[in-house]
T-cell receptor
Framework: AQKVTQAQTEISVVEKEDVTLDCVYETRDTTYYLFWYKQPPSGELVFLIRRNSFDEQNEISGRYSWNFQKSTSSFNFTITASQVVDSAVYFCALSEADDKIIFGKGTRLHILP | GAVVSQHPSWVICKSGTSVKIECRSLDFQATTMFWYRQFPKQSLMLMATSNEGSKATYEQGVEKDKFLINHASLTLSTLTVTSAHPEDSSFYIC????????????FGQGTRLTVV
């Protein structure tokens, strides 16, 4: 069965610091997809990235970067030079062939001014 | 990008009444939609998978008679919370996936249900 673990429940950093959110997943499928979503206080989910299991290249998008390592079943997310607007709950998620997206418990990120 | 619209954004209802939440894919067809529930400060828990023209598939522990799901068309799925009770108060979010594009998923803005 698929499972996503976000061990960090809550993180607080001072603005401009870098922060990494950890995500470890479990799946028996060879084809799967990994996601990161941001959920601000409004509740709406903001899509950040989707990565399929055959693409292990790291990705950078502005201040955001993702490190996908199949060897450790991890898909970590780093925010560089954090800003107060980055404060939110971040969810890592996994989808297998049945298309269901299963979410981790989320990491609540506080960026302190 | 594709848009999923959920209505209403919030609703307050009396205990014992039923509430219907709509999820529409505005510019694409979705053979499959998913319904999630999120309690405060918790994760999104999948409730059911809604397939157009067939019965929904419920996750373990979700009462199918209480949470009625109808997916009558490729652009609309509805979730009805029947005989709502205060413990049903939660944030409900739907998701739709593009037909033939199994990797894409789009989420509605969510519905905050408060049962008093």
């Amino acid at each position: 069965a698929q499972k996503v673990t976000q061990a960090q429940t809550e993180i607080s950093v001072v603005e401009k610091e870098d922060v990494t959110l950890d995500c470890v997943y479990e799946t028996r499928d060879t084809t799967y997809y990994l996601f990161w979503y941001k959920q601000p206080p409004s509740g709406e989910l903001v899509f950040l990235i989707r990565r399929n299991s055959f693409d292990e290249q790291n990705e950078i998008s502005g201040r955001y970067s993702w490190n996908f390592q199949k060897s450790t079943s991890s898909f970590n997310f780093t925010i560089t030079a954090s800003q107060v607007v980055d404060s939110a709950v971040y969810f890592c998620a996994l989808s297998e062939a049945d298309d269901k997206i299963i979410f981790g418990k989320g990491t609540r990120l506080h960026i302190l001014p | 990008g594709a848009v999923v619209s959920q209505h209403p954004s919030w609703v307050i209802c009396k205990s014992g009444t039923s509430v219907k939440i709509e999820c529409r894919s505005l510019d694409f067809q979705a053979t499959t939609m998913f319904w999630y529930r999120q309690f405060p400060k918790q994760s999104l828990m999948l409730m059911a998978t809604s397939n157009e023209g067939s019965k929904a598939t419920y996750e373990q522990g979700v009462e199918k008679d209480k949470f009625l799901i109808n997916h009558a068309s490729l652009t609309l799925s509805t979730l009805t919370v029947t005989s709502a009770h205060p413990e049903d108060s939660s944030f409900y979010i739907c998701s739709a996936r593009l037909t033939g594009h199994l990797t894409e998923a789009f989420f509605g803005q969510g519905t905050r249900l408060t049962v008093v």
